[in-house]
Nanobody
Framework: QVQLVESGGGLVQPGGSLRLSCAAS????????MGWYRQAPGKQRELVAR???????NYADSVKGRFTISRDNVKNTVYLQMNSLKPEDTAVYYC????????????WGQGTQVTVSS
C-alpha cells in the first residue's frame, strides 16, 4: 500500500505561482511513475503532468511552458511548480502513483484545491 499526501494548494491571483508537493510512502519510490491530475467542477479528471522513474516528463498542452514537474527520490516527494496561473487552472489537483508490482497498481492522493481568482 502506498499513501500519497498532497500539500501546497490555495488561492492565488492570475499570473501568480504555486508549488504543490506530494509525499509518498514506500521504500522504492524511485521506481514509481508519478503524476499530477486535476478535476474542475463539472469536468472529467485530466492529466496535468507525469514524471517517470528515469526522469522523463510529459505535460498536457494547456500547461506546457508554465508548469514543471520534478521529483526528489531522497525525500520521496514529487512537486508541481505552477507559474503564470490562469483562472482555468482552478481545480482540485490529485497526486498519482503507478507502482510496478506483479501488475502496475495505481494510487491516488486526497487532492488539494487550487483556485486562481482576482
Amino acid at each position: 500500500q502506498v499513501q500519497l499526501v498532497e500539500s501546497g494548494g490555495g488561492l492565488v491571483q492570475p499570473g501568480g505561482s504555486l508549488r504543490l508537493s506530494c509525499a509518498a510512502s514506500g521504500t522504492d519510490f524511485s521506481i514509481y511513475a508519478m503524476g499530477w491530475y486535476r478535476q474542475a467542477p463539472g469536468k472529467q479528471r485530466e492529466l496535468v503532468a507525469r514524471i517517470f522513474s528515469g526522469g522523463r516528463t510529459n505535460y498536457a498542452d494547456s500547461v506546457k511552458g508554465r508548469f514543471t514537474i520534478s521529483r526528489d527520490n531522497v525525500k520521496n516527494t514529487v512537486y508541481l511548480q505552477m507559474n503564470s496561473l490562469k483562472p482555468e487552472d482552478t481545480a482540485v489537483y490529485y497526486c498519482n502513483a503507478d507502482v510496478p508490482r506483479v501488475v502496475i497498481t495505481t494510487y491516488w492522493g486526497q487532492g488539494t484545491q487550487v483556485t486562481v481568482s482576482s
